[in-house]
């Protein structure tokens, strides 16, 4: 199957300071790449959709300002998170969808823990 | 209701038992159906699809019941190995982002198996 890459795969950092966060597309061309963020014990929740060449598409609550995306190219989007706060600190999965079999089947990077003290 | 619901266990079961988890989702328009693994600290991978009745993969197999609009999935001859927090996806059927319908995720139901 198609394999995304997210760097770092975790990451503490202090209260206020920004991080970002890199998922790439390995063996494919990715013009959508999905941002999601899961709290302990809860299910993985959309923050917004990147698309290539254009500005990502926030979910309803997700601050735009605060949680920057960029889709610079076919196999790079980068979610920064701009001043941090200990609330921010969660598992950050970026996906993509490719077509399989007729279908689209969800790949899924391996996920970035942030930790901001 | 929430879209997506599962019982979020945990299913303590002994090695070589078999397990069944449920899940129901709320919109009856919603065609296609996942089941996705995901260990502690790790990234969901899909286990199976269901786009149809059901579907089988050796000792996983899942079954779709859209009048009373439940998925489930047995596992069965269950091995050490199976421990994992099982998520039930539904694509929603109204809601669109980036050309993809949205998927929804289901809290997960987390499975032990012990010796």
């Known amino acids: 199957g198609a394999v995304v890459s997210q760097h770092p795969s975790w990451v503490i950092c202090k209260s206020g300071t920004s991080v970002k966060i890199e998922c790439r597309s390995l063996d494919f061309q990715a013009t959508t790449m999905f941002w999601y963020r899961q709290f302990p014990k809860q299910s993985l929740m959309l923050m917004a959709t990147s698309n290539e060449g254009s500005k990502a598409t926030y979910e309803q609550g997700v601050e735009k300002d605060k949680f920057l995306i960029n889709h610079a190219s076919l196999t790079l989007s980068t979610l920064t998170v701009t001043s941090a706060h200990p609330e921010d600190s969660s598992f950050y999965i970026c996906?993509?969808?490719?077509?399989?079999?007729?279908?689209?089947?969800?790949?899924f990077g391996p996920g970035t823990r942030l930790t901001v003290l | 209701r929430k879209e997506v619901e599962q019982d979020p266990g945990p299913f303590n079961v002994p090695e070589g038992a078999t397990v069944a988890f449920n899940c129901t989702y709320s919109n009856s328009a919603s065609q296609s159906f996942f089941w996705y693994r995901q260990d502690c600290r790790k990234e969901p991978k899909l286990l199976m699809s269901v786009y149809s009745s059901g579907n089988e993969d050796g000792r996983f197999t899942a079954q779709l019941n859209r009048a009373s609009q439940y998925i489930s999935l047995l596992i069965r001859d269950s091995k050490l190995s199976d421990s994992a927090t099982y998520l039930c996806?539904?694509?929603?059927?109204?809601?669109?982002?980036?050309?993809?319908?949205?998927?929804?995720f289901g809290a997960g139901t987390r499975l032990a198996v012990h010796p």
């Open positions: 996906s993509a969808r490719v077509k399989s079999g007729g279908y689209n089947e969800q790949f």
């Open positions: 996806v539904v694509p929603s059927p109204t809601e669109v982002s980036g050309g993809y319908n949205k998927l929804i």
